[in-house]
Nanobody
């Protein structure tokens, strides 16, 4: 089994910054895409940022220029640096990895537990 441990959420004032971390553990043979999602109360879950196996990134329009996704493969960790935070960024943030657990090369989506980010003055 593969588990993702998420940390870094909290309360921050508008204009502030936070960095979220998502560290994987367990039996991982290979990985592909990694991403961050968020869900605000009464809203649909949305993709915030993703990074593919080649390091290419993609961002939601609402966070472009403010958020940066990065990875450290040696540490099995993906990060989301969030700058210039706005109240509309308030949500529970989840990380998701696509992983291969064995030589069958079957990909599975693994989700972290989520962390709450609250942007408020």
């Amino acid at each position: 089994q593969v588990q993702l441990a998420v940390s870094g959420g909290g309360l921050v004032q508008p204009g502030g910054s936070l960095r979220l971390s998502c560290e994987a553990s367990g039996s991982i043979f290979s990985t592909n895409g990694k991403g961050w999602y968020r869900q605000a109360p009464g809203k649909e879950r949305e993709l915030v940022a993703e990074i593919d196996g080649s390091g290419r990134t993609n961002y939601a329009d609402s966070v472009k220029g403010r958020f940066t996704i990065s990875r450290n493969n040696a540490k099995n960790t993906v990060y989301l640096q969030m700058n210039s935070l706005k109240p509309e960024d308030t949500a529970v943030y989840y990380c998701k990895w696509s992983v291969v657990r064995d030589t069958s090369w079957r990909y599975f989506e693994v989700w972290g537990q989520g962390t709450l980010v609250t942007v408020s003055s």
